[in-house]
């Protein structure tokens, strides 16, 4: 025990230096600019833009679908450990039947029908086509939509979010509140054209979505994201905090000014840093989560150093490009995946909404730009001043998250933090695993928001 303080003593003096050394007791930082920019080709033309919003279908030629079978059927698999399971990542054996299924039983035809009775557009912002999927509701006489931007993340798209569209545009006769989606596309992501330019970062991203709310006619509306989509929707709290009504994220990640400190300490004295049991167990031993998260995150530091070396494969295989996502829908969705000879992506999933997924990648070639906007984030993102959000907030932790960031910390950053719940199940593509579940989670939210709006 003697031992263990001493050491905990050492490290507080040398992480209190380096804190110190890092400037993080330095006042508030102010939030970052507005700004302005152009990602398009070539230099920005003195022309007034043109700022329509075209209807959009999704459409593919038949060569484009002749390849693709050509690709798969060319496939050269490999061979599989004995005993590996997903350990290794996704088994080749398990990707031969997905090539099988693939060939013989998915019907895009049928998921393009779906996702077209959705209504789709594109509108140019800051030189690029930005496309995105526009749910409104059938409303009551006399009854209002509330504008809701939902942003996806990766390796997902909009169409994480045909499951939950319709859940919140319906009308409900537990609450007054109905919602109109707006769903766009991550430039560089499925229909959204990729940036030009180096640069393109979440700041850039907050600024177009938020230019696409106000080219809709929204002044003010509410945010909700996960993954990229949580970032995305902080940066756009940060930059016009007066038009948002509301942020609801389910992926809160902080980094308090003296949160490494904390998780020292925490390590050998969990109750010194959080009261609640299942706070402590959120977060410690930190040693044992970190090496979760090392498992999992491999594919972060290829993708924000050299995206391009990996993209190259990747687009110019199917089953390559299916193996890389399928495996994030894995053990994102369990970690107990890793254990299983099918990832346990069947029991979550079904091989057509995953393959439609990748398909969107696929046929868009959109996979190289996607990865490129780890390499344009991260770096910046671990060394950005610690900012507070403070608009109205909620956050939905789901217990199969990659990591998770209990509500005494998450309310150091979101200083206006109304909800915090802890789910019952779930993991990191919520929209899409558990639409009902998030879709309660933020009515509740936006309900609670508008009647504090409301009282004097």
């Given at each position: 025990?003697?031992?263990?303080?001493?050491s905990v003593?050492?490290?507080?003096?040398?992480?209190?230096?380096?804190?110190?050394?890092?400037?993080?007791?330095?006042?508030?930082?102010?939030p970052?600019?507005?700004g302005d920019?152009?990602?398009?080709?070539?230099?920005?033309p003195n022309?007034?833009?043109?700022e329509?919003i075209v209807?959009?279908?999704?459409?593919?030629?038949?060569?484009v679908?002749?390849?693709?079978?050509s690709?798969?059927?060319n496939t050269r698999?490999?061979?599989?450990?004995?005993?590996?399971?997903?350990n290794?990542?996704?088994?080749?054996e398990?990707?031969r039947?997905?090539?099988?299924?693939?060939l013989?039983s998915?019907?895009?035809?049928?998921?393009?029908?779906?996702i077209?009775?959705f209504?789709?557009f594109?509108t140019?912002?800051?030189?690029?086509?930005?496309?995105?999927?526009h749910?409104?509701?059938?409303?009551?006489?006399?009854?209002?939509a509330v504008?809701?931007?939902?942003?996806?993340g990766?390796?997902?798209?909009?169409?994480?979010?045909?499951?939950?569209a319709?859940l919140?545009?319906?009308?409900?006769d537990q609450?007054?509140?109905?919602f109109?989606?707006i769903c766009p596309s991550i430039?560089g992501?499925?229909f959204?054209?990729?940036?030009?330019k180096?640069g393109l970062?979440?700041?850039a991203v907050?600024?177009i979505?938020?230019?696409?709310?106000?080219r809709l006619?929204?002044?003010?509306y509410?945010?909700?994201?996960?993954?990229?989509?949580a970032?995305?929707?902080?940066?756009?709290?940060?930059?016009?905090?007066?038009?948002?009504?509301g942020?609801?994220s389910?992926?809160a990640t902080t980094r308090?000014?003296?949160q490494p400190?904390?998780?020292m300490?925490?390590?050998?004295f969990?109750?010194?840093?959080f009261s609640?049991k299942?706070?402590q167990?959120?977060?410690?031993?930190?040693g044992?989560?970190?090496?979760?998260i090392?498992?999992e995150?491999g594919?972060?530091h290829?993708q924000?150093?050299k995206?391009?070396?990996?993209?190259?494969a990747?687009?110019?295989?199917?089953?390559?490009?299916?193996?890389y996502?399928l495996e994030?829908f894995s053990?994102?969705t369990?970690p107990?995946g890793?254990d299983?000879d099918?990832?346990g992506?069947d029991?979550?999933w079904?091989?057509d909404?995953?393959l439609?997924?990748?398909?969107?990648?696929?046929?868009?070639?959109?996979?190289?730009?996607?990865?490129r906007?780890y390499k344009?984030n991260?770096?910046?993102a671990?060394?950005e001043?610690?900012y507070?959000?403070?608009v109205p907030?909620?956050?939905?932790?789901f217990?199969?998250?990659?990591?998770?960031?209990?509500?005494?910390w998450?309310?150091?950053q979101y200083v206006?933090?109304?909800?915090?719940?802890?789910?019952?199940?779930g993991?990191h593509?919520a929209?899409?695993?558990?639409?009902?579940?998030?879709?309660?989670?933020i009515?509740?939210?936006?309900?609670?928001?508008?009647?504090?709006?409301k009282t004097?």
């Amino acid at each position: 025990m003697i031992f263990k303080v001493i050491s905990v003593f050492v490290l507080l003096i040398a992480v209190i230096v380096a804190l110190m050394l890092g400037g993080v007791f330095d006042t508030a930082p102010e939030p970052p600019e507005y700004g302005d920019g152009w990602w398009g080709k070539g230099e920005k033309p003195n022309t007034p833009p043109d700022e329509s919003i075209v209807p959009f279908e999704i459409q593919f030629e038949q060569s484009v679908f002749n390849d693709l079978k050509s690709r798969i059927r060319n496939t050269r698999f490999g061979e599989g450990l004995e005993d590996s399971r997903f350990n290794y990542g996704v088994r080749p054996e398990y990707m031969r039947n997905v090539a099988k299924y693939w060939l013989s039983s998915y019907n895009w035809t049928k998921q393009q029908e779906e996702i077209n009775t959705f209504d789709h557009f594109k509108t140019n912002i800051e030189g690029l086509d930005i496309h995105f999927m526009h749910v409104k509701p059938t409303l009551k006489a006399g009854q209002k939509a509330v504008p809701l931007l939902m942003i996806h993340g990766w390796p997902g798209s909009f169409y994480e979010y045909l499951k939950i569209a319709p859940l919140l545009t319906k009308v409900n006769d537990q609450s007054d509140v109905v919602f109109e989606l707006i769903c766009p596309s991550i430039p560089g992501y499925t229909f959204s054209e990729a940036s030009h330019k180096k640069g393109l970062d979440a700041l850039a991203v907050a600024r177009i979505f938020d230019k696409l709310m106000k080219r809709l006619g929204f002044r003010q509306y509410y945010i909700q994201g996960g993954d990229w989509g949580a970032y995305i929707i902080t940066k756009i709290a940060l930059i016009t905090p007066s038009s948002i009504l509301g942020l609801h994220s389910n992926m809160a990640t902080t980094r308090l000014p003296l949160q490494p400190l904390f998780l020292m300490i925490g390590s050998y004295f969990p109750s010194l840093i959080f009261s609640s049991k299942e706070d402590q167990d959120k977060v410690f031993p930190a040693g044992e989560k970190m090496a979760h998260i090392m498992l999992e995150t491999g594919y972060m530091h290829i993708q924000a150093t050299k995206p391009d070396t990996v993209g190259s494969a990747l687009n110019n295989s199917p089953i390559g490009l299916a193996a890389y996502i399928l495996e994030k829908f894995s053990t994102w969705t369990d970690p107990k995946g890793r254990d299983m000879d099918d990832g346990g992506i069947d029991k979550y999933w079904t091989l057509d909404e995953l393959l439609t997924n990748i398909m969107l990648y696929w046929m868009t070639g959109s996979i190289t730009p996607s990865m490129r906007f780890y390499k344009e984030n991260i770096a910046n993102a671990l060394q950005e001043p610690f900012y507070k959000i403070n608009v109205p907030s909620a956050v939905a932790d789901f217990p199969m998250e990659l990591s998770h960031t209990p509500e005494p910390w998450v309310r150091k950053q979101y200083v206006d933090l109304m909800k915090y719940t802890t789910m019952p199940r779930g993991g990191h593509f919520a929209a899409f695993e558990e639409p009902q579940l998030l879709a309660d989670d933020i009515r509740k939210f936006v309900t609670a928001v508008e009647l504090r709006r409301k009282t004097p």
